[in-house]
């Protein structure tokens, strides 16, 4: 079982940026998805998440309106559209996947920079 995020990087203020999650040795198709990022000195944070019914989302107040969630069923995949990137984006992202009981896995995080 395994998440593997993609897509991270060094932008500057303003950029967009695609976060790409794929899970391997399971099904997602079960499982709710979200999107949480650490910031050094935080503590790791919900940024947005996914739930099985597809328009089902939730997203932090930080990013509303700038980041969009989604999933692909098919590709055992979850993705994060990154727009209008601010400085305070600057984090770990991980993706996760829960449906309950044991059965909750986490990517090992990609490195977003926002930076001038």
């Known amino acids: 079982v395994q998440l593997v995020e993609s897509g991270g990087g060094l932008v500057q203020p303003g950029g967009s940026l695609r976060l790409a999650c794929a899970a391997s040795?399971?099904?997602?198709?079960?499982?709710?998805l979200s999107w949480h990022r650490q910031a050094p000195g935080k503590e790791r944070e919900l940024v947005a998440a996914?739930?099985?019914?597809?328009?089902?989302?939730v997203y932090a107040d930080s990013v509303k309106g700038r980041f969009t969630i989604s999933r692909d069923n098919a590709k055992n995949m979850v993705y994060l559209q990154m727009n209008n990137l601010k400085l305070e984006d600057t984090a770990v992202y991980y993706c996760?996947?829960?449906?309950?009981?044991?059965?909750?896995?986490w990517g090992q995080g990609t490195q977003i920079t926002v930076s001038a």
């Open positions: 996760r996947a829960v449906r309950g009981g044991p059965y909750d896995y």
């Open positions: 040795g399971f099904t997602i198709r079960r499982y709710n």
């Open positions: 996914v739930a099985i019914a597809e328009d089902n989302t």
